[in-house]
Nanobody
Framework: QVQLAESEGGSVQAGGSLTLSCAAS????????MGWLRQIPGKDPEQVAL?????????QYADSVKDRFTVSQDNAENTIHLQMNNLLPEDTDMYYC?????????????????WGQGTQVTVSS
C-alpha cells in the first residue's frame, strides 16, 4: 500500500517561488506515473505536472505552468518535487500529489489511484 505525503505549501507574492515535495511510503514500482494536480472549479482536478518514475523520467506539463514549474524525482528518497517559479495569483490552489502504479505510460487525462491530502498554495498580487 502506497501512501503519499505532501510538504507544507505556503503564501508568496506574485513572481515568487515555492517548492513542494511529496514523499511516498511503500513500494514504488517501475513505470509508476506520479503527478501534481490542482482544482478547477466545477471540473476534475487539473493535471499540472507529471513524471514517469523509473520510466525514463519523462515529464509533462500543463500549458498554464510550462516553463515556470519543474517536476523532479529524488530516487533515493522515493520523493518528487515541484519547483514553482514566477508564481501568478491564478496559481493559487490546493495542490495534490498523486500516483498511478504500474502505469502503461504517464500522460494527461489518466486516473490516479493514490492521493495525498493536499497542500495549499496562495499567491497574492
Amino acid at each position: 500500500q502506497v501512501q503519499l505525503a505532501e510538504s507544507e505549501g505556503g503564501s508568496v507574492q506574485a513572481g515568487g517561488s515555492l517548492t513542494l515535495s511529496c514523499a511516498a511510503s511503500g513500494y514504488i514500482s517501475r513505470g509508476t506515473c506520479m503527478g501534481w494536480l490542482r482544482q478547477i472549479p466545477g471540473k476534475d482536478p487539473e493535471q499540472v505536472a507529471l513524471i514517469y518514475i523509473y520510466g525514463g523520467g519523462t515529464t509533462q506539463y500543463a500549458d498554464s505552468v510550462k516553463d515556470r514549474f519543474t517536476v523532479s524525482q529524488d530516487n533515493a528518497e522515493n520523493t518528487i518535487h515541484l519547483q514553482m517559479n514566477n508564481l501568478l495569483p491564478e496559481d493559487t490552489d490546493m495542490y495534490y500529489c498523486a500516483a498511478d502504479l504500474f502505469a502503461y505510460d504517464c500522460s494527461f487525462g489518466r486516473t490516479f489511484g493514490y492521493w495525498g491530502q493536499g497542500t495549499q498554495v496562495t499567491v497574492s498580487s
